[in-house]
């Protein structure tokens, strides 16, 4: 599975939009981009994930750069109980091979 | 989203005893159940890979003999920490997917382990 870099930290004002950078230049074509969640000591949380196409659900928005080199994880409207460590994980989609492979992830914190 | 249940939340032993932790998939069948372990202020670490029936597939330093793997039907997986020592203590997190979940990963809230 393709390796993802991450900004170690970053903050967030509550009500505004945490845009969440990932960079996996070396994915391969038949690779997705998940991300999860984990707040403090608690299983990680799916979020959402993609292959090219932007995507959207309740929770957040993928944006993926057309080169799929990179992709940005979009919570519209943060608040405190988004605060939390996200991981982008790339792995392949629908087989049986390819397991969660996690990073060290950013730590969001919404401020009040 | 699908539903892992895992148990217990939190568990305290004595050095030298053997721990068990269930991991349950609620609402779907889990072909494939997977058992991660965090230490603090760390990444998750995969320790193994479990298909139903079949013998877990663990990851290298990991010894089999010592973390016992179980996943006797597609809804349930057991973890059994065999005399346990105060470096076994850590956050053990279950996973599992299945084609029903579009093989999303699902976890579990995890167990806390302590040796004392």
Not at chain 1, 6 to 27: F, K, V, W, Y
């Amino acid at each position: 599975d393709a390796k993802t870099t991450q900004p170690t930290s970053m903050d967030c004002a509550e009500g505004r939009a945490a845009n969440l950078p990932c960079n996996h230049s070396t994915i391969s074509g038949n690779e997705y981009v998940y991300w999860y969640r984990q707040i403090h000591s608690q299983g990680p949380q799916y979020i959402i994930h993609g292959l090219k196409n932007n995507e959207t659900n309740e929770m957040a928005s993928l944006i993926i750069t057309e080169d799929r080199k990179s992709s940005t994880l979009i919570l519209p409207h943060a608040t405190l109980r988004d605060t939390a460590v996200y991981y982008c994980i790339v792995r392949l989609f629908g087989g049986s091979q390819g397991n969660l492979i996690f990073g060290k992830g950013t730590k969001l914190s919404v401020k009040p | 989203g699908a539903v892992v249940s895992q148990h217990p939340s939190r568990v305290i032993c004595k050095s030298g005893t053997s721990v068990k932790i269930e991991c349950r998939s609620l609402d779907f069948q889990a072909t494939t159940m997977f058992w991660y372990r965090q230490f603090p202020k760390q990444s998750l670490m995969l320790m193994a890979t479990s298909n139903e029936g079949s013998k877990a597939t663990y990851e290298q330093g990991v010894e089999k003999d010592k973390f016992l793997i179980n996943h006797a039907s597609l809804t349930l997986s057991t973890l059994t920490v065999t005399s346990a020592h105060p470096e076994d203590s850590s956050f053990y997190i279950c996973s599992a997917r299945s084609g029903l979940t579009k093989n999303i990963q699902y976890f579990g809230a995890g167990t806390r382990l302590s040796v004392l």
